[in-house]
């Protein structure tokens, strides 16, 4: 009796042991399951955030394509009405030259125009040779530009900066026939250079550079037309012409950009 109540005991402290330990156990895993869990639903959370962020770039993306599309659009249509207003702004200049008749020419200075051809425009070899006489200051007028001068020349500048040259090689001959001793004929006449060297036609681009630097000494630009001169002539391979004009950009037109550049292209080429 005594000995199966000594094992009723021993059993009862087995279970009690063993129950003990469980719940131990189920203390110490509970908290390892609930991180577990809880990695688990932040996972799930992270490739859900990760999916809506790739379709919210997927629509940005398709945004952007929708909005260049809609600014070459929008160049497209500026380019076609810039060029409307340039045909409309030429027309009417030439219905005005004709009701008025041929505009005088000025006493006392030298058509710098060159010949004109049967359909009105300036031939591209008609320039004054580079022996031209060169006028003193106050024998060069520089009145204001009206206001269809300046729509003349900003049609025709605007045709080089977008680099159709054809055409501003005859924008820039029609303003200079029209306006041959305007405010901005030193320019056109600068600008029609600059196409014609970037068209590589030097003779031609050189005769009007030379006519910046021989009617319009006091120019804007002519420092930059000494400047592309001597560039001119290098191309031309006449070194000892083309020094001369850089040298002349150095002198007359220092602490200048065309100086600057006078003077590198002198130190490269000689």
């Known amino acids: 009796m005594i000995i199966r109540t000594n094992k009723l005991t021993s059993v009862a402290g087995i279970i009690a042991v063993t129950l003990s330990w469980g719940a131990e156990s189920a203390s110490i ?17 992270a490739n859900e955030g990760n999916t809506e962020l790739f379709f919210m770039v997927e629509q940005l993306a398709h945004e952007v394509v929708t909005l260049r599309g809609l600014v070459e659009e929008l160049q497209h249509t500026v380019s076609v009405l810039q060029k409307q207003n340039r045909e409309r702004y030429i027309d009417v200049d030439r219905r005005i030259q004709e009701l008025s008749g041929s505009v005088p020419k000025r006493s006392g200075v030298a058509p710098v125009g060159g010949s004109v051809s049967s359909d009105g425009k300036m031939a ?14 106050n024998q060069i007028p520089f009145p204001e530009p009206g206001a269809q001068e300046r729509r003349a020349y900003e049609a025709a500048y605007n045709l080089v900066k977008e680099k159709s040259f054809d055409d501003a090689i005859d924008a820039l001959h029609g303003f200079i026939e029209r306006y041959p001793d305007g405010n901005l004929a030193g320019n056109a006449y600068y600008w029609l250079g600059e196409v014609y060297l970037a068209a590589d036609k030097l003779e031609q681009a050189k005769a009007a550079f030379t006519v910046v630097v021989n009617k319009f000494p006091n120019h804007r630009k002519t ?6 001169l001597g560039a001119v002539y290098l191309k031309l391979g006449k070194k000892n012409k083309a020094l001369v004009y850089l040298d002349k950009v150095i002198s007359r037109f220092a ?11 002198k130190k490269e080429s000689f």
């Open 29 to 45: 895993s509970s908290p390892v399951l609930m991180e577990n869990r809880a990695d688990h639903t932040a996972a799930i959370s």
């Open 124 to 137: 591209a070899d008609s320039f004054p040779a580079a022996g031209i006489t060169r006028l003193s200051p």
């Open 223 to 228: 420092a930059d037309a000494y400047y592309k």
């Open 255 to 265: 602490e200048t950009s065309a100086s600057r550049l006078a003077s590198k292209l």
